[in-house]
């Protein structure tokens, strides 16, 4: 005689199927549908169609079941079914009559269509409603909805239709005008986390807050996938979860490994970021996956620099967001957004990329050289106040083109030193000598504009009206951009004057005079190291080291 085969043991009911929520008050993140729902059951209000669009695992087909009991249940239409009567159960267990699911993904065709449209014709064979659940309702064919199109605009009073969809933009707008829209939102990350901490208190699962946390990132606001990651993580550590084997099952970069980029960064270490990205390769870590991960610290890193305080808009645990406060507040505003940008065009890069490692490595590198720029601005403007810019600085400002006198010929550098003044003595309009260009240079020098009272001597100067029209080359014109310009003007001409810039030839040819034949040697160079030891003259060959003085001038001859 046969031994009798033992039957199989009860199969295992995944965490997502086993606390799926079965009524309303077990939603979490859609208040806006439950309430909608729950008013229009008690208001008699209920409606023939409904489209439920979001993104996956958001509660979609979870929130049609319940409605379907609701509308079924034998103490119904309720808002809250009872649970356990036939109608309840057999829906919960996905064999009811009269509720009928469809998977449009395997179904979508015309012929499927029609047979809908047979079974709407007859009475539902023991509950109130017939209710038909069409999920991923997008993928239906044209033809099929055309099908479909007349019995959902008109349907028997005991049929209702609802489509749900990731893709609520393929649904044609003739079936979505013909019914209701609820759009489901992603849940929030503290929602997910409170959800998960009662499921591993009854599961009897050991999980800190870190691990949770873990598990809830790897969801990205979906709640059945974060439940599955939780499973996941339980089938590998059983009933105590650790949060370094959770992140290396689930593939999640710890914060630290993200805070080490941000630090090469601070610290400028160019080395540190190849060192990452070796380690990156070594360990077999998907640099697509961390080039994500690191836009998202960025981001981060930025709303905790604008909130200033933990906020919800960060999907982070307590001790995480205290992290990233920390680290936000070694950088600017301005920083943190062009880092931002940069690691998302990194991102994109290497979706597409033949050699990932090679795009990584560079878009590391250019965060640490980004770090280093200073805008054209602001190294002009301290140009008038430090007396010397240190080689760092120098080497971070953007070099513009050297001064070029406007000759017909070959452009010369030319720098023409300034009348001295004595230190000692008050600032005060020089006396006047006749010629406008030199009497404003005098008074910019002495008021320490040594930069603006060089481009004044390059340029054509006249008064108009009330305007002071100077006309140069281009590069002249951010000199003479300083403030204090119109006032030292008006104390020269004696009147309130604008002062305007105009592009063009200046008629004064920075071309040394012939010297007097009886001009000594000894006296050509006395000339030339007196220029050359002027202060405007020494900060302008710091932040210009390559120009040459070639020619010098005395403007008093």
């Not at 729950?38 to 409904?50: D, E, K, L, M, T």
């Not at 469809?102 to 539902?124: F, K, L, T």
């Not at 300034?418 to 008050?426: F, G, I, L, Q």
């Not at 310009?485 to 063009?504: D, M, N, T, W, Y």
């Amino acid at each position: 005689m046969a031994t009798p085969v033992p039957p199989p043991p009860p199969r295992y009911q995944v965490i997502a199927r086993k606390y799926r929520p079965q009524g309303f008050d077990e939603l979490i993140g859609q208040e806006h549908v439950q309430k909608t729902l729950a008013n229009a059951i008690s208001s008699s209000r209920i409606a023939h169609g409904y489209i439920f669009s979001g993104q996956r695992g958001t509660g979609k087909t979870t929130v049609a079941r319940i409605f379907a009991r609701c509308l079924n249940c034998v103490n119904g239409p309720t808002a809250k079914p009872c649970g356990v009567c036939s109608s309840c159960t057999e829906i919960t267990a996905g064999n009811s009559p009269d509720v009928i699911e469809i998977d449009a993904a395997s179904n979508r065709g015309i012929n499927e269509m029609r047979e809908i449209r047979e079974n709407v014709r007859y009475r539902p064979a023991r509950d109130r409603y017939k209710v038909f659940i069409i999920d991923e309702a997008h993928q239906i064919t044209k033809e099929a909805f055309n099908a479909l199109l007349k019995t959902l605009e008109e349907p028997p009073e005991w049929v209702v239709f609802i489509l749900c969809t990731t893709e609520a933009y393929e649904i044609p707008n003739t079936i979505a005008s013909r019914c209701q829209h609820f759009s489901f939102r992603s849940v929030d990350f503290v929602e997910v986390m409170n959800r998960m901490r009662y499921i591993v208190k009854e599961e009897g699962i050991e999980a800190s807050d870190e691990v949770l946390s873990v598990v809830a990132h790897a969801g990205e606001g979906s709640v059945r996938d974060s439940l599955s990651a939780l499973d996941q993580a339980i089938a590998c550590c059983g009933k105590t979860l650790h949060v370094d084997e959770v992140r290396a099952l689930l593939g999640v970069f710890a914060v630290g490994n993200l805070r080490s980029v941000a630090e090469a960064v601070q610290q400028q270490d160019g080395a540190r970021m190849l060192d990452i990205v070796q380690e990156l390769d070594a360990t077999g870590q998907s640099l697509q996956h961390f080039s994500r991960e690191l836009s998202r610290y960025w981001r981060n890193l930025l709303v905790a620099k604008l909130s200033g305080k933990p906020t919800r808009l960060i999907a982070a645990s307590d001790q995480e967001q205290v992290s990233l406060l920390e680290t936000a507040a070694q950088f600017s505003e301005e920083d943190l957004t062009r880092y931002l940008n940069l690691t998302l065009d990194l991102y994109k890069a290497l979706q597409y990329s033949l050699q990932p490692r090679l795009h990584l490595e560079l878009g590391l590198i250019k965060l640490v050289q980004a770090g280093r720029i200073q805008s054209i601005e602001s190294a002009l403007a301290g140009l008038e106040k430090s007396p010397a810019l240190s080689a760092s600085a120098r080497a971070s400002v953007p070099r513009p083109p050297a001064f070029q006198a406007p000759a017909q010929t070959a452009p010369k550098a030319v720098v023409e030193p300034p009348t001295p003044v004595k230190a000692a003595e008050p600032v005060a309009p020089a006396a006047p000598t006749g010629d406008l260009r030199i009497d404003l240079h005098a008074a910019l020098t002495k008021e320490g504009l040594n930069f603006s009272a060089d481009a004044i001597l390059q340029s054509d100067v006249s008064v108009q009206g009330s305007d002071l029209l100077v006309r140069g080359v281009k590069t002249l014109s951010f000199a003479l951009k300083d403030p204090a310009i119109p006032r030292i003007a008006a104390q020269v001409l004696g009147k309130p004057v604008r002062v305007k810039f105009e592009v063009g030839e200046s008629s004064n040819k920075a071309v040394a005079p012939a010297a007097p034949a009886a001009r000594a040697a000894g006296e050509d160079s006395e000339l030339r190291a007196r220029a050359l030891s002027h202060p405007g003259v020494k900060r302008f060959q710091e932040l210009f080291p390559d120009a040459q003085v070639r020619t010098v001038r005395n403007l008093n001859e």
